[in-house]
């Protein structure tokens, strides 16, 4: 009797043991589960504080001439410009951001989860996609090409027009690039296996870039209008294969090559 009983009383302290160890997990794992969800909130605002700072730059290099947003980007920041663009939407949808914390039940709303919602949202308010634009635009004939082309060499921008700023954005990045190339590239050569000094071949390839960007480029030529099926039409004219064949030829007709 007395041996049942020491076991009675001895089970009971192992349960009274459990429960209290059970107690004590409870807590831990709440407190940490408040810790996590307190750090995912800090982690949010702290992006969103880095994101009012970038909206800032953004504004201020608009106004320095010669600096572009993404090339203060490199040359300041350890991350790209794509994850600039997260912090600076974090602070933007910040409103959105905050309600979807205060919903978020299981606290499990990291940056990443935030911004995939924001994305859906963003899809699901946008209006039809417009139709994509085309490859290219028709043109009638090579002769309409080349008076085109003659007109448009009397045809200017203002500094502050829409055009010049995507010319100058355009030109800017093919420079970035090109400056990219001959500084990781070593040992650039010409046609005859020469080796080029660093400030040569970065002139080369823009003068060559420059050579490639022809108006073929831009247009189709009408093939109802340019190939009718006679070959012996006088002052027929066959179309260059090849921007370069066309920038080389010399026969006292205006080039096609953008000048």
Known sequence: ?????????????????????LAELAKQINEGHSQCMAAIRTSLERAREIGDALWEVKKAVRKKNGLTFLEWIEDNCPFSECQAQRYMRITKKWDAVQKLMNDEKDGDLTMAKALAYLSRSANSQKPPAKESAPEKLTIASRETLETELNKSRKVDFDDDSLV???????????????????????????????KLSTERAACAILRHVKTLLTADL?????DECSDDGSDDDEGSEEVPSSPSEMHHRHNGKAATAVA
């Not at 009797?1 to 192992?14: H, S």
């Not at 995507?166 to 990045?173: L, R, S």
């Not at 831009?218 to 009408?222: E, K, R, V």
């Open 1 to 21: 009797m007395a041996t049942k009983k020491v076991k009675t009383e001895g089970k009971q302290v192992d349960k009274a043991v459990q429960e209290a160890r």
């Open 164 to 194: 010049h700023g995507f010319a100058e954005k355009q030109a800017k990045a093919i420079a970035r690039q090109v400056v990219r190339l001959v500084t990781e590239e070593k040992e650039l050569k010409d046609q005859n296996g020469n």
């Open 218 to 222: 831009l247009f189709n030529l009408n």
